[in-house]
């Protein structure tokens, strides 16, 4: 029996959120999306130049590195469209919900999440939530390499490269895109 979407609001988004990006360099933002070209609201979320549409939580854990390379208080570079389309691969929502479980993990590994086979339902779950904020018609987008040319990767425990996108050595995460929101759900690494 396939498991039924959880329906998500301000409380259960701040829960799940939470739960997934609650602790550790991440960053998790939602932002309108005014766009065609959603590439621009995507820069716009990463850049810290929007606000969640639904003044719900969101999370920038992301401590500063000993320069600022970004020239802003965003942990990531300031990107164009055409570099935000080089660096990101479309996945599905399955590819989708297990990277969101595995940035939890050290080294964006599901595996590396202390006692994770007991917190595995709590965290998947969690993941359902947050992906449930965006339509059964959205897209999805990763830097994970593995996803370059499998959209459907498992990416619970990757064994990939990232194309980094932020100021730190090491970065890995996912872009939902719907028709009226943007989310950037991101974990960093810095050596």
Known sequence: MPQQ????????WKSAV????GGGWTFAQVGPRRHDDWRRD???VMGLKTTDPRGW??????????????GTNSPFFSWSSEEIDRSLHE???RSAGQLLV???GDSYQAANIPDFDQQRDRLCRSSRVILSRFSTHSRFFTNAADAH????ADL???DTEWDCLSVYTTDCGLVAVSDTEIGVFWAFWED
């Open 5 to 12: 979407e959880p329906a998500v609001q301000a409380d259960s």
């Open 18 to 21: 939470s739960d997934l990006f």
């Open 42 to 44: 995507v820069a716009a």
């Open 57 to 70: 939580s969101s999370v920038n854990y992301a401590p500063e590195v000993g320069e600022n390379r970004s």
């Open 91 to 93: 996945i599905g929502m």
């Open 102 to 104: 595995a940035l939890k």
């Open 149 to 152: 040319r499998n959209p459907d």
């Open 156 to 158: 619970l425990n990757p």
